[in-house]
């Protein structure tokens, strides 16, 4: 768990920073610092989403897993998480912070570094990747604090939930996540990340994170794929 907590404190310290920073930063930069964090994010969910080895699965996984999170309703639970916690701890009114929080937790956990990091932390007590994370997480937060305020600070117990429990059940995770699953969660991870930078250039309001089920069902269908061709070779020779 070192690396998740190393993390947590690089989030905490940044997002200090931003808003301590942020009232003193013109509103024109702040848009300006999300601007750059947006294309940061975009260029970032390519290069992820293109090492897909197989465009069908990504598709159906975004398909499939972003239908099951509308019927969960993840999007609008996180939304009403980040308002609860508006209500309970921000000062302000009018604050962004569950667009903060939501956004934060997004991007500070999905993506190939948190699942990989962890699993590395977890088995073999080795968090060099997540301190690799930590420093980029440090600079993000400071941007996303000082145009979103305080619900980046609420975004570390996201980290703590989501790498933390992929560090403990990492005994589990690391069997069954081949190179090939790996692959394509973080091709859907990527595709996700595109999603989250979309949000913050302005341009589309898309609910990212009904889609959070594509990074199980992106794996779950690229280990389905060998046992479907073999069926269908069986009923089709």
Same mark, same amino acid.
């Given at each position: 768990?070192?690396?998740? !907590?190393?993390?947590?404190?690089? @989030?905490?310290?940044?997002?200090?920073?931003?808003?301590?920073?942020? &009232?003193?930063?013109?509103?024109?930069?702040?848009?300006? @610092?999300? &601007?750059?964090? %947006?294309? +940061?994010? /975009?260029?970032? %969910?390519?290069?992820?989403?293109?090492?897909?080895?197989?465009?069908?699965?990504?598709?159906?996984?975004?398909?499939?897993?972003?239908?099951?999170?509308?019927?969960?309703?993840?999007?609008?639970?996180?939304?009403?998480?980040?308002?609860?916690?508006?209500?309970?701890?921000?000062?302000?009114?009018?604050?962004?912070?569950?667009?903060?929080?939501?956004?934060? &937790? =997004? *991007?500070?956990?999905?993506?190939?570094? #948190? *699942?990989?990091?962890?699993?590395?932390?977890?088995?073999?007590? $080795?968090? #060099?990747? =997540?301190?690799?994370?930590?420093?980029? $997480?440090?600079?993000?937060?400071?941007?996303?604090?000082?145009?979103? %305020?305080?619900?980046?600070?609420?975004?570390?117990?996201? *980290?703590?939930?989501?790498?933390?429990?992929?560090?403990?059940?990492? %005994?589990?995770?690391?069997?069954?996540?081949?190179?090939?699953?790996?692959?394509?969660?973080?091709?859907?991870?990527?595709?996700?990340?595109?999603?989250?930078?979309?949000? +913050?250039? $302005?341009?589309?309001?898309?609910?990212?994170?009904? !889609?959070?089920?594509? +990074? @199980?069902?992106?794996?779950? =269908?690229?280990?389905?794929?060998?046992?479907?061709?073999?069926? =269908?070779? *069986? /009923?089709?020779?």
């Amino acid at each position: 768990m070192t690396g998740t !907590f190393v993390n947590a404190a690089a @989030v905490v310290a940044g997002a200090a920073i931003g808003m301590a920073g942020g &009232s003193r930063i013109p509103e024109s930069a702040r848009s300006l @610092v999300l &601007s750059g964090l %947006g294309l +940061l994010t /975009l260029v970032i %969910g390519t290069k992820m989403a293109i090492g897909t080895a197989n465009e069908l699965v990504l598709l159906a996984a975004i398909l499939a897993g972003g239908l099951a999170g509308h019927a969960l309703g993840l999007a609008r639970r996180l939304d009403a998480l980040g308002d609860s916690l508006q209500k309970r701890f921000a000062t302000g009114g009018g604050s962004r912070f569950s667009e903060g929080f939501v956004t934060a &937790s =997004l *991007v500070f956990c999905v993506g190939p570094m #948190t *699942v990989l990091g962890s699993i590395q932390d977890g088995l073999s007590g $080795d968090y #060099t990747l =997540l301190a690799m994370k930590s420093m980029l $997480d440090f600079f993000g937060a400071i941007g996303f604090a000082a145009g979103l %305020g305080a619900g980046v600070m609420a975004a570390v117990a996201t *980290v703590l939930v989501v790498q933390g429990g992929l560090t403990l059940g990492a %005994g589990l995770f690391a069997g069954l996540l081949t190179d090939p699953l790996v692959r394509e969660m973080t091709a859907a991870g990527g595709t996700l990340m595109l999603g989250i930078g979309l949000r +913050l250039l $302005d341009l589309k309001r898309i609910p990212v994170a009904d !889609f959070l089920p594509a +990074l @199980v069902v992106a794996p779950a =269908l690229t280990a389905a794929v060998p046992h479907i061709k073999r069926a =269908l070779a *069986v /009923l089709w020779p």
